[in-house]
């Protein structure tokens, strides 16, 4: 079954404490990309890679790092959360770059 | 810069009902469109795309024409059904890049 799959789920940390939330897909997708969703503001994109080794800046990428050292995973790292970090994350693939047809469940994180 | 704008919601509508949400956006060069839907809980599933000027998208009953000269991409349904509730997200990506910029979605809810 094609998947995306985030990891965790639900976190609930406080400020400074670093974090890593994995995605890995098993598709063999060259593009994932990382978004955040946040009342109303829709989804914003932090991160974006269109092959290994290959990582780019979305809209909000400040406070975040991303690495993609495999196809299939794409890391998304925050060295020093803050409370503003609070929100719901989403991770994506596809073949075709910007155009993200398999989502994660998401990973709801809570920076306290 | 580029931006999505979708009509607020929520949008409340009658079973059978005829559904329009309205979709504009402003980018330079020739982007992409799309349509994702979010059912509660889960993450976004792509709907439609359209990839130039005056196509149109379809999927599952929606659909959604590509309009240039009015910088538009409402997504419509003849006939909603239930199953229908859900956050709907335009989003657009611009020609040979990774970035997506989504709409801050639009929640239909389909009353029986």
């Known amino acids: 079954e094609a998947q995306v799959t985030q990891n965790p789920r639900y976190l609930i940390t406080v400020t400074g404490k670093k974090l890593t939330v994995t995605c890995s897909q098993n598709?063999?997708?060259?593009?994932m990309s990382w978004y955040r969703q946040d009342p109303g503001l829709g989804l914003r994109q932090i991160y974006y890679?269109?092959?290994?080794?290959?990582?780019d800046k979305g809209d909000v990428p400040e406070g975040y790092k991303v690495s993609r050292k495999e196809k299939r995973n794409f890391p998304l790292i925050l060295e020093s959360p803050s409370p503003n970090q609070t929100s719901l994350y989403f991770c994506?693939?596809?073949?075709?770059?910007?155009?993200?047809?398999?989502f994660g469940d998401g990973t709801r994180l809570s920076i306290l | 810069g580029d931006s999505v704008t979708q009509m607020e919601g929520p949008v409340t509508l009658s079973e059978e009902a005829f559904l329009t949400i309205n979709c504009t956006y402003t980018?330079?060069?020739?982007?992409?469109l799309f349509w994702y839907v979010q059912y509660p809980g889960e993450g976004l599933q792509l709907l439609l795309k359209?990839?130039?000027?005056?196509d149109k998208g379809s999927n599952k009953g929606f659909e959604a024409t590509y309009r240039k000269e009015t910088t538009s991409f409402h997504l419509e349904k003849g006939s909603v059904q239930v199953s229908d509730s859900a956050v709907y997200f335009c989003?657009?990506?611009?020609?040979?890049?990774?970035?997506?910029?989504f709409g801050q979605g639009t929640t239909l809810q389909v009353k029986p």
């Open positions: 989003a657009l990506t611009l020609s040979n890049t990774g970035k997506l910029i």
């Open positions: 359209a990839t130039k000027a005056d």
């Open positions: 598709m063999n997708h060259e593009y």
């Open positions: 890679s269109m092959n290994v080794e290959v990582t």
């Open positions: 994506a693939s596809s073949l075709v770059g910007g155009q993200p047809q398999h």
């Open positions: 980018a330079t060069g020739y982007p992409s």
